[in-house]
């Protein structure tokens, strides 16, 4: 893409979002876009259509969501299938009507069967059964991949879907019932050690295995997946599984996560797991070669990251 082009990014608030932004501007982009909630309601078809037809970008990064940790999918279904099922339809909609070739939508590693075989390869999608506690979430960005692959069947769009694994970083959400595992973490850690406490209860068995992404490498991978010539994007995927996995090639426990969390945090309490606790999905790791046939790796090592990211905690406290 060229420098000059207008890009739109949607969710640029968000951890994601504002990694984009930053990536981009980096780049040289200086014509990005971007609107606030109170700006533009993506979930309101009206408001969608009237900013697609009046600004018309060159291009889409498609990185708004509703996103959240066990707690808050379980909790709250009906907001999670809704909310991004609305995002998405009008954003690719009206992004069509508007005559928006290029898009990226930004999806999850949850889209995957809950037992599906691991690493796991995007020929997974829709082979079984989801993972319950995130399903409705799970089946809005599964839609999402079949509206960009519906819309470039019929319409000869080019618009893309990148599917990240579990993303961490600074501007993540650390509330304390409904983020993701790492900031969950983070957070829990920091205000035991503060608060002088010599135990911390973790959630689960601590025995499911993850893979995180540093959410600076997920930004670098969006653009790096956008700039592909069309040739080649074609080359490496298929119209009907065009999706490609974006991740950091290796897992681990999540007793082996909390280990590090408090290193990183200097919480040298006892740590005690809650077997009652859901703990999701058993093994979540992304098979990456596709992403890697392409050109691309994740620089960022989790430690590394995971010192970053609480050092951008400390001081948004």
Same mark, same amino acid.
């Given at each position: 893409?060229?420098?000059?082009?207008?890009?739109?990014?949607?969710?640029?608030?968000?951890?994601?979002?504002?990694?984009?932004?930053?990536?981009?501007?980096?780049?040289?982009?200086?014509?990005?876009?971007?609107?606030?909630?109170?700006?533009?309601?993506?979930?309101?078809?009206?408001?969608?259509?009237?900013?697609?037809?009046?600004?018309?970008?060159?291009?889409?990064?498609?990185?708004?969501?509703?996103?959240?940790? &066990?707690?808050?999918?379980?909790?709250?279904?009906? %907001? !999670?299938? $809704?909310?991004?099922? @609305?995002?998405? #339809?009008? +954003?690719?909609?009206?992004?069509?009507?508007?005559?928006?070739?290029?898009?990226?939508?930004?999806?999850?590693?949850?889209?995957?069967?809950?037992?599906?075989?691991?690493?796991?390869?995007?020929?997974?999608?829709?082979?079984?059964?989801?993972?319950?506690?995130?399903?409705?979430?799970?089946?809005?960005?599964?839609?999402?991949?079949?509206?960009?692959?519906?819309?470039?069947?019929?319409?000869?769009?080019?618009?893309?879907?990148?599917?990240?694994?579990?993303?961490?970083?600074?501007?993540?959400?650390?509330?304390?019932?409904?983020?993701?595992?790492?900031?969950?973490?983070?957070?829990?850690?920091?205000?035991?050690?503060?608060?002088?406490?010599?135990?911390?209860? &973790?959630?689960?068995?601590?025995?499911?295995?993850? %893979? !995180?992404? $540093?959410?600076?490498? @997920?930004?670098? #991978?969006? +653009?790096?997946?956008?700039?592909?010539?069309?040739?080649?994007?074609?080359?490496?995927?298929?119209?009907?599984?065009?999706?490609?996995?974006?991740?950091?090639?290796?897992?681990?426990?999540?007793?082996?996560?909390?280990?590090?969390?408090?290193?990183?945090?200097?919480?040298?309490?006892?740590?005690?797991?809650?077997?009652?606790?859901?703990?999701?999905?058993?093994?979540?790791?992304?098979?990456?070669?596709?992403?890697?046939?392409?050109?691309?790796?994740?620089?960022?090592?989790?430690?590394?990251?995971?010192?970053?990211?609480?050092?951008?905690?400390?001081?948004?406290?």
């Amino acid at each position: 893409m060229e420098t000059e082009q207008t890009i739109f990014v949607a969710g640029h608030r968000g951890m994601v979002g504002a990694a984009l932004v930053r990536e981009l501007s980096r780049r040289g982009y200086r014509n990005l876009m971007t609107r606030t909630h109170a700006e533009l309601d993506l979930t309101d078809q009206a408001q969608v259509r009237a900013f697609f037809q009046a600004e018309r970008p060159a291009a889409v990064y498609l990185a708004a969501a509703k996103v959240g940790g &066990i707690h808050a999918n379980d909790s709250f279904p009906a %907001e !999670f299938i $809704y909310q991004n099922l @609305m995002i998405e #339809a009008n +954003v690719i909609h009206e992004a069509w009507r508007a005559g928006v070739r290029r898009l990226l939508f930004l999806g999850s590693s949850c889209i995957y069967p809950r037992l599906a075989p691991q690493p796991i390869p995007e020929g997974a999608l829709l082979t079984g059964l989801l993972e319950p506690t995130n399903e409705p979430y799970a089946v809005a960005k599964i839609a999402g991949i079949k509206l960009c692959e519906s819309y470039n069947r019929q319409y000869g769009t080019d618009y893309r879907s990148v599917m990240p694994t579990n993303l961490y970083g600074p501007g993540d959400n650390y509330h304390p019932l409904n983020s993701h595992v790492i900031p969950a973490l983070l957070r829990r850690a920091h205000e035991a050690k503060i608060g002088g406490l010599d135990e911390l209860v &973790i959630w689960g068995t601590g025995k499911a295995r993850r %893979e !995180f992404l $540093y959410v600076e490498d @997920m930004a670098a #991978a969006c +653009v790096h997946v956008m700039d592909l010539d069309q040739a080649t994007y074609a080359a490496h995927t298929e119209p009907m599984l065009s999706h490609i996995n974006v991740g950091a090639g290796e897992d681990l426990t999540i007793a082996e996560l909390v280990v590090l969390i408090c290193d990183t945090v200097g919480f040298t309490g006892r740590v005690v797991y809650d077997p009652t606790k859901p703990d999701g999905a058993p093994r979540k790791l992304l098979n990456t070669e596709r992403l890697s046939a392409l050109g691309w790796q994740p620089r960022v090592a989790l430690k590394e990251g995971l010192e970053r990211t609480y050092r951008a905690f400390v001081e948004a406290q």
